[in-house]
């Protein structure tokens, strides 16, 4: 079956400092790949999305490059914010499914 | 509009009550779903409808009883639940069920506690 694997957390940054995430899939045929962030007390929120190879999904300084030949989707951001303090789902979904397969989540701190 | 709405935000409930989550999405979604998140955890898939009708029930307890009453309306109903059923219940739409680039729009969630 479909399954994503996300590296464990938590991670723990200081400002402006560089951020990556990796992530990685497993899936038949051509999933489409996501990125979500939950802030605390909140739902999620779709960050970006690649629906197939060699996209790049980007979004508020965030980006992540849908990569067949790793199977990986691993989120970059090149300077974080302490706004950026947020669990981080990779998540994916497959044509004909209804199901998003999702990561356990990356809980990132970003100190000021 | 893009919001998916979700009331109560925060609800106590004792294991006797009967009580019912309500969400609310008007992008003309045709796939609606609800999901349950303990702490520290990606959220768990509950039931999905699509086009009003119960296309998946991932072998969800009976105490818990969803309702599609329109193509807008999402309904949680609940009764008689455990506190191990205390999290963050989510709901969720997306334009089509199988939709392969579709993203799903989540609500921010009711706060739920059993006592």
Same mark, same amino acid.
């Given at each position: &079956?479909?399954? @994503?694997? $996300?590296?464990?957390g938590p991670?723990?940054l200081?400002?402006? =400092?560089?951020l990556?995430?990796n992530?990685t899939?497993? =899936?038949?045929g *051509?999933p489409?790949l996501?990125?979500y962030v $939950? *802030?605390? &007390?909140e739902?999620?929120q779709?960050?970006?999305?690649a629906?197939?190879a060699?996209d790049?999904?980007?979004?508020k &300084?965030?980006e =992540?490059?849908?990569?067949?030949?790793?199977?990986s989707f691993?989120?970059?951001k090149?300077?974080? $914010? @302490?706004?950026?303090?947020a @669990?981080?789902?990779? =998540?994916l979904? $497959?044509g004909?499914?209804e199901?998003? @397969?999702f990561?356990k989540g990356?809980?990132?701190?970003?100190?000021? | 509009?893009?919001?998916?709405?979700q009331?109560p935000? %925060? +609800?106590?409930?004792g294991?006797?009550? #009967? #009580?019912?989550l309500?969400c609310?999405?008007h992008?003309g979604h045709r796939?609606?779903?609800?999901?349950?998140?303990?702490a520290? #955890?990606? !959220?768990? +898939?509950?039931?999905?409808?699509?086009?009003? #009708?119960l296309?998946i029930?991932?072998?969800v307890?009976? /105490?818990?009883?969803?309702?599609? !009453?329109?193509?807008?309306l999402?309904?949680? %109903?609940l009764h008689?639940?455990? !506190?191990?059923d205390s999290a963050?219940?989510?709901?969720?739409?997306?334009p089509?069920?199988?939709? !392969?680039?579709?993203?799903?729009?989540?609500g921010p969630?009711? /706060? +739920?506690?059993?006592t």
């Open positions: &079956g479909n399954s @994503v694997t $996300q590296m464990e991670v723990t200081s400002e402006e =400092a560089f990556t995430i992530c899939y497993t =899936a038949t *051509y489409s996501f990125w $939950q *802030y605390p &007390g739902g999620l779709l960050l970006l999305k629906t197939k060699d790049k999904g980007s979004n &300084g965030f =992540a490059t849908y990569r067949k030949e790793t199977t691993h989120l970059e090149g300077s974080v $914010q @302490v706004s950026d303090s @669990v981080y789902f990779c =998540a979904t $497959q004909g499914s199901k998003l @397969v990561g990356t809980k990132l701190t970003v100190n000021p | 509009d893009t919001e998916v709405t009331t935000k %925060h +609800l106590v409930m294991m006797t009550n #009967k #009580k019912s309500k609310e999405q992008m796939a609606m779903y609800w999901y349950k998140q303990k520290k #955890k990606p !959220p768990e +898939l509950m039931f999905v409808y699509s086009y009003e #009708k296309s029930n991932e072998s307890p009976s /105490r818990f009883s969803p309702e599609c !009453p329109n193509s807008s999402l309904n949680l %109903h008689a639940l455990q !506190p191990e963050l219940y989510l709901c969720a739409s997306t089509v069920a199988g939709g !392969p680039m579709d993203e799903q729009y989540f969630g009711t /706060r +739920l506690t059993v």
